[in-house]
Every structure is written in structure tokens, then in C-alpha cells.
């Protein structure tokens, strides 16, 4: 069990570009879930996905944020045309039991700074 | 959206204090849990909640869950500076669909 993987650890971009973020979870896990993180706060949700079904989308997604899961194993967060309002920490957690027993295992996020 | 508000939001003690955080809303949650956070990490949880007014300790720290499931307590004895990070509470709805974390709270041991 190696934990939940995000790669990249750190990115900078220029304001207007996309950008692509992986997450790897505890493998057998099969919910997998994408929050966004500003400093001091708690994670916000973004999006859900139960194997690689994406059950649930926040409405606070705009369009530019997409999300996959094709195989129900990795998942990419794409953002396109980067606002430095989406400058934050994207984290990715995992799960193996769904209910009120639910444990969420997290990665260590990809810091995303938007110039 | 943030459902869950923490107080405080900020608190400074010096080793070996007591401390309480507080994890209030008004919605009710089928669950709740505790994760604490260090700079640069994801948070890892440390306590899920589900019965109103459970309690439950894990070693110095002691979790309480509301009698209405709308709120909940962590309370730290005899504070040390491995405690520094910050605390988030997390609230599991009955879809089990997601978990609304609340503002958190930063605290500092100072040795």
C-alpha cells in the first residue's frame, strides 16, 4: 500500500494556459474523490467518482475544470484557460467503504500557482 | 460553500495547556469526522463520529459529537508541539456522497 500519489507536487503557470493534474489512489479503492484547498481554509468538493463513473460535480465547477476516470483506476483534473482566482492546493483522496464508516485517505496535492 | 464553521480559527498555547475546537452547523450529519493537516500534506484523518453524543479518545485527544449531530468538540490535554497543524472536522451526509469540511482551525504548541 503505497498511499495516494498526485503528480505534480507543484505547478507554475501563466494565466490563460491548461494545466493537467494525475492522481493515483490506493489501488482497489474505488471512490475517488477531487477537493480544492486555499490557504487556512478546509477543502472544498469538486467532483466524485465511484469506479469510473463521475457520480457527482459540485456547482461550484465552472466549465473550465474537467475531470476523468477512464479505467477506475488514475484520474486527471484538467483545468483550461487558468484564472488566478484557481490558483490553489488540488488534493485527491480514496476509498475503499462507502457510509457513515467512510475513509477518506489523501494525497499530498498538486499546489497550482496561476500568474 | 462552507457548511461547517470552526472556532476558533487561529490558536497559540504553550506546551503542556489544554484546548478545546469547537465544529458547529446547522445541518445535521449522519457522521463526523476529524482529520488533522500538516503544512504541504493532505489531511489524515484521525476520528469518525456517528452516534449522537459519542465520545471517543485517542490518547490525549478526546471527540465529542453532538446529542443533534450538528456539532462537535476535540478537546487536547496537556498540548504538545507535535500537536501543531491544522484540525478539520468533515461532515458525511446520508448519500455518503461527499464530505463538507469545515473552516479549520490552526493551531500552534509552542515548547
Known amino acids: 500500500d503505497t498511499g495516494v500519489s498526485q503528480d505534480p507536487r507543484h505547478k507554475i503557470t501563466k494565466r490563460g494556459q491548461n494545466v493537467t493534474f494525475r492522481c493515483d489512489p490506493i489501488?482497489?479503492?474505488?471512490?475517488l474523490y477531487w477537493y480544492r484547498q486555499t490557504l487556512g481554509q478546509g477543502p472544498e468538493f469538486l467532483t466524485y467518482?465511484?469506479?469510473?463513473?463521475?457520480?457527482?460535480k459540485s456547482r461550484l465547477l465552472s466549465d473550465r475544470f474537467s475531470a476523468e476516470r477512464p479505467k477506475g483506476s488514475f484520474s486527471t483534473l484538467e483545468i483550461q484557460r487558468t484564472e488566478q482566482g484557481d490558483s490553489a492546493m488540488y488534493l485527491c483522496?480514496?476509498?475503499?467503504?462507502?457510509?457513515?464508516?467512510?475513509?477518506?485517505?489523501f494525497g499530498s496535492g498538486t499546489q497550482l500557482s496561476v500568474l | 460553500t462552507q457548511l461547517l464553521e470552526q472556532s476558533p480559527q487561529f490558536l497559540s498555547i504553550q506546551e503542556g495547556e489544554n484546548l478545546t475546537v469547537y465544529c458547529n452547523s446547522s445541518?445535521?450529519?449522519?457522521?463526523l469526522q476529524w482529520y488533522r493537516q500538516e503544512p504541504g500534506e493532505g489531511p489524515v484523518l484521525l476520528v469518525t463520529?456517528?452516534?449522537?453524543?459519542e465520545v471517543k479518545k485517542l490518547k490525549r485527544l478526546t471527540f465529542q459529537f453532538g446529542d443533534a449531530r450538528k456539532d462537535s468538540s476535540l478537546h487536547i490535554t496537556a498540548a504538545q508541539p507535535g500537536d501543531t497543524g491544522l484540525y478539520l472536522c468533515a461532515g458525511g451526509t446520508d448519500t455518503g456522497n461527499q464530505f463538507y469540511f469545515g473552516t479549520g482551525t490552526s493551531l500552534t504548541v509552542i515548547p
Open positions: 489501488s482497489e479503492h474505488n471512490r
Open positions: 467518482f465511484q469506479n469510473e463513473a463521475q457520480l457527482e
Open positions: 445541518s445535521v450529519f449522519s457522521s
Open positions: 463520529v456517528v452516534t449522537g453524543g
Open positions: 483522496a480514496s476509498s475503499a467503504t462507502q457510509g457513515i464508516n467512510e475513509k477518506l485517505f
